[in-house]
């Protein structure tokens, strides 16, 4: 159990908040035993903690990751910054977790996409098994190779909302929750945050 959670557990909530976050946890181990892949690190954090910045919309115009305008997670198909800031304030928590791959080298991209694809299963596993509710990555949504975008999304029930797209930087999410953003060379490592309790 890290830090940041020990104390937002025990100070912050109180037992029956515990015992939330322990179902939440027994949810993402079984999930992980269905995915296949386990879990590098995990913190809770209160979503009044998060950095967001309205800035990432200009990098995402920039188009550096070529996903603007071509996927139903990303700018300006999703809903702008703004309104999913509020939707993310609207719940108290968010809960953040990774996966860690190791690669041969920094061109290992085999490895990279297999480390991709797993931590999407475990992540599409965790909603389910959360009813549905709304989980984020990094990046545009991972779940089809090419987004059915601008036709609709054939798995709406799988679908993973962009961290960047609501205006969260991930290094700064990482620093907020308290877990790497890298854990060293020749690895690669995958973000998920999912929003628990609605206000
Ligand atoms: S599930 Fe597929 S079609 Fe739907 S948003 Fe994700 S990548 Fe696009």
Redesign the pocket.
């Known amino acids: 159990m890290t830090d940041i959670l020990r104390n937002f557990t025990t100070e912050l909530h109180g037992v029956s908040q515990r015992e939330k976050e322990e179902l939440i946890i027994e949810t993402l181990t079984d999930a992980e035993t269905v995915a296949g892949v386990r879990v590098h690190e995990r913190a809770f954090l209160p979503s009044c903690e998060l950095v967001f910045s309205s800035e990432l919309l200009e990098y995402c115009k920039s188009n550096v990751c070529g996903n603007y305008n071509k996927?139903?997670?990303c700018p300006p198909a999703c809903e702008s910054m703004e309104e999913q800031r509020k939707k993310i304030l609207s719940f108290e928590n968010v809960f953040v977790f990774t996966t860690t791959h190791k690669l041969e080298d920094s061109f290992d991209y085999e490895r990279m996409t297999l480390g991709r694809e797993l931590h999407t299963s475990l992540t599409i596993e965790f909603k389910k098994r959360r009813g549905g509710v709304p989980v984020y990555g990094a990046g545009?949504?991972?779940?089809?190779?090419?987004?059915?975008?601008p036709?609709?999304?054939?798995?709406?029930e799988?679908?993973?909302g962009s961290i960047e797209a609501a205006g969260i930087n991930v290094t700064e999410l990482s620093k907020s929750a308290g877990i790497a953003y890298n854990n060293g060379p020749n690895t690669v490592t995958f973000f998920s945050m999912t929003l628990l309790n609605p206000r």
């Open positions: 996927s139903w997670t545009s949504c991972p779940v089809c190779d090419f987004c059915a975008f036709s609709p999304c054939p798995f709406p799988k679908k993973i």
